[in-house]
């Protein structure tokens, strides 16, 4: 049974870098069957996808327009876990972040507990 | 912002058919990028219901079905039951945008 397990801090002041990371049982951050995703809800933006990282012949990215150039998302295959940074926060960055595994048919299956991430000083 | 456009709330009594639309453009749906649905519980996580269209993944009551047809798709859910009153959304592909992955505005469905 796939799982995903979400940790980071709840709370983030402006200008700073929100960091979550998303550890995975059950399935390979390797593996060439799926990607790796962050997706994040509030109620001015609904769900928004924001980024991925995935392995093919080599690890590569995806990031939503929306945050391109603030956004990272990096695998960490020693310990099959991957994580979201995203730079210079702004109270519109204050969201429930989800992590979430997405199949070949690009449909997301598995997601994280999800984490309330508060940008405020 | 949003390009996935459902209607905000439907209701029907229990044991009634409610559809919930997924209205879309020719840069996701009907592009033939494929829908996909999701059940998301107050509180928790979205959960996927309906996956390419009209698949249902293990699990999930066949009481729920889906169709996609041009720029729209819908949600069908038969014998509505009590526990099926909470939102769902839609979600698919958008070429424009430098390609991304979007979800619907969502609907909250209620029991009456």
């Known amino acids: 049974q796939v799982q995903l397990q979400q940790s980071g801090p709840g709370l983030v002041k402006p200008s700073q870098t929100l960091s979550l990371t998303c550890a995975i049982s059950?399935?390979?951050?390797?593996?060439?069957?799926?990607?790796w995703n962050w997706i994040r809800q509030s109620p001015s933006r609904g769900l928004e996808w924001l980024g991925r990282?995935?392995?093919?012949?080599?690890?590569?990215?995806d990031y939503a327009e929306s945050v391109k150039g603030r956004i990272t998302v990096k695998p960490d295959t020693s310990k099959n876990q991957f994580s979201l940074q995203l730079n210079s926060v702004t109270p519109e960055d204050t969201a429930v972040y989800y992590c979430a595994r997405q199949l070949l048919t690009a449909c997301f299956d598995r997601w994280g507990q999800g984490t309330l991430v508060t940008v405020s000083s | 912002q949003f390009v996935l456009t459902q209607p905000p709330s439907v209701s029907g009594a229990p044991g009634q058919r409610v559809t919930i639309s997924c209205t879309g453009s020719s840069s996701n749906l009907g592009a033939g990028h494929d829908v996909h649905w999701y059940q998301q519980l107050p509180g928790t996580a979205p959960k996927l219901i309906i996956y390419?269209?009209?698949n249902r993944p293990s699990g999930v009551p066949d009481r729920f079905s889906g169709s996609k047809s041009g720029t729209s798709a819908s949600l069908a859910i038969t014998g509505l039951q009590p526990e099926d009153e909470t939102d769902y959304y839609c979600q698919s592909y958008d070429d424009r945008l430098s390609g991304s992955y979007v979800f619907g505005t969502g609907t909250k469905v209620t029991v009456l």
């Open positions: 390419t269209n009209t």
């Open positions: 990282t995935y392995f093919r012949s080599k690890w590569d990215n």
């Open positions: 059950g399935d390979s951050v390797s593996t060439k069957s799926a990607s």
